[in-house]
T-cell receptor
Framework: AQSVTQLGSHVSVSEGALVLLRCNYS??????LFWYVQYPNQGLQLLLK??????LVKGINGFEAEFKKSETSFHLTKPSAHMSDAAEYFC????????????FGQGTELSVKP | GAGVSQSPSNKVTEKGKDVELRCDPI?????LYWYRQSLGQGLEFLIY????????KSGLPSDRFSAERTGGSVSTLTIQRTQQEDSAVYLC?????????????FGEGSWLTVV
């Protein structure tokens, strides 16, 4: 069975500081991994995804994530936080033999202080 | 439209009534998903349709919940005899083809309040 754990339901950083949102997954087969962002009162938007190939994936708005198989992790980072990054972030996993179903983590709410 | 369209955007219903939520996926997308997002909760998978295959209903919380997809396009999620714990945002999503790392695109959601 697949599962996703996001460490920290709330993360607060200062504007300009590093953003690090943690995601660990459990999957018995090679996974596809995703990060989505949800701004207040909006739907989910894809930030980035890992399917195959390069393990460091770059996404929109300056975010990137690195797939580390040995650590079963897919942490999301951004070198310098902007106020506009305040939102809820969801990590998700889809194992290739589980159809198209995405399993999501509980989400991490990011706050950015001026 | 260019994106996943859901209606209604907001629905207030009395406990015990039935509700129907509609989803119009992106044209050409064969995979369609329903998720539920409750206040303070993550995203809970409900059901997944892929082409003409039998749907994956493994996430439906009770037999009061059902969904259908007609003609491989529009889908309706039906909740019978609504309960207060059904209050949530119901998100529909679609992708070009389920799995294989294809991006799943979400609609804005239908906010259901049961009073």
């Amino acid at each position: 069975a697949q599962s996703v754990t996001q460490l920290g339901s709330h993360v607060s950083v200062s504007e300009g500081a590093l953003v690090l949102l943690r995601c660990n997954y459990s999957s018995s087969v090679p996974p596809y991994l995703f990060w989505y962002v949800q701004y207040p009162n909006q739907g989910l938007q894809l930030l980035l995804k890992y399917t195959t190939g390069a393990t460091l994936v770059k996404g929109i708005n300056g975010f990137e994530a690195e797939f580390k198989k040995s650590e079963t992790s897919f942490h999301l980072t951004k070198p310098s936080a902007h106020m506009s990054d305040a939102a809820e972030y969801f990590c998700a996993v889809n194992a290739y033999n589980q159809g198209g179903k995405l399993i999501f983590g509980q989400g991490t709410e990011l706050s950015v202080k001026p | 439209g260019a994106g996943v369209s859901q209606s209604p955007s907001n629905k207030v219903t009395e406990k015990g009534k039935d509700v129907e939520l509609r989803c119009d996926p992106i044209s050409g997308h064969t995979a369609l998903y329903w998720y539920r997002q409750s206040l303070g909760q993550g995203l809970e998978f409900l059901i997944y349709f892929q082409g003409n295959s039998a749907p994956d209903k493994s996430g439906l919380p009770s037999d009061r919940f059902s969904a259908e997809r007609t003609g491989g396009s529009v889908s309706t999620l039906t909740i019978q005899r609504t309960q207060q714990e059904d209050s949530a945002v119901y998100l529909c999503a679609s992708s070009f083809n389920g799995g294989n790392g294809n991006t799943i695109y979400f609609g804005e959601g239908s906010w259901l309040t049961v009073v």
